[in-house]
């Protein structure tokens, strides 16, 4: 009877810590995936932009209120994925060439076969119409300021002629309007495409630089669209910056109408 006693006490206590030990695992594990969902946030809301030194370990853990095993476990993941980088005697980076993350088919077929100009420019009509209404509600001052820097150097571009310098800014004012949405999915979207939709707008604008009209007053249209935009976003006036946005890239697809 004592030895059956005894069995059952040492029975008893081995379950205990068995539930014990799963307890405390799947607690690890949730711990875990919140830290790297913390940390994924501030990467894809801009919070920590290309190329920001990350705080220290110790750091980390105290304001994510989690171990620093957590923590390392956490970035050592999110280094696999190509969202951060470690740098020889300068620590951890948010990445200066963010994960494309293309693993759905259609957006692998983007990558290898870049859409026509018409199928890229009705998909810009949706997203960044979108992206221009929601960053007149969210764009903060710091924002505005940066589009209105590309702004001029656009206008400094036009006025010279430099058609290059103009795609450049071109491009930065889009993706730069594209953060200001302040929207997790469509940052984390624009980050997938983006060389795709660089390339795009890039292309058109050197491609209208040899239509067969005025491609300087093209060129002014076109920063004056930018301009209105702009306004519109910084008025915080959501219908109108879609509509400015709308306007924009409709007039971009009419410009080709007769290639």
């Known amino acids: 009877m004592l030895t059956d006693m005894k069995e059952l006490i040492k029975t008893g206590r081995t379950q205990r810590r068995r539930v014990t030990g799963m307890v405390s695992s799947n607690s690890g594990r949730k711990t875990l995936a919140r830290v790297i969902a913390d940390l994924e946030g501030k990467i894809l809301d801009a919070s920590w932009r290309k190329e920001t030194r990350l705080p220290s370990e110790r750091e980390l853990a105290t304001s994510l209120a989690a171990s620093r095993t957590t923590v390392r476990e956490a970035i050592q993941r999110l280094v696999a994925r190509g969202l951060l980088e470690t740098r020889r005697g300068s620590g951890l980076h948010v990445s200066s060439r963010p994960a494309a993350g293309l693993s759905a088919p ?18 810009r009509l949706v997203f960044e119409c979108a992206a221009s209404r929601f960053a007149a509600e969210r764009a903060t001052q710091a924002e505005l300021a940066n589009l209105d820097s590309i702004l001029e150097r656009m206008d400094h571009a036009v006025r010279n002629e430099d058609v290059e310098a103009e795609a450049l800014a071109d491009a930065e004012f889009h993706t730069t309007l594209a953060g200001a949405s302040h929207n997790l999915m469509m940052g984390h979207f624009h980050a997938s495409v983006i060389a795709e939709l ?5 292309s058109n604008t050197f491609d209208a630089s040899h239509i ?15 301009r209105a935009i702009y306004e519109a976003i910084r008025a915080r006036a959501p219908e109108a910056a879609f509509n400015a946005m709308y306007a924009h890239i409709d007039f971009v697809g009419k410009q080709f109408a007769s290639i």
């Open 212 to 226: 067969d009209v005025d491609a300087r007053h093209l060129a002014l249209m076109r920063l004056n669209q930018h």
């Open 106 to 123: 259609w957006l692998q077929l983007i990558a290898e076969n870049p859409p026509m100009r018409a199928d890229t420019l009705e998909f």
């Open 198 to 202: 660089r390339e795009h707008i890039t």
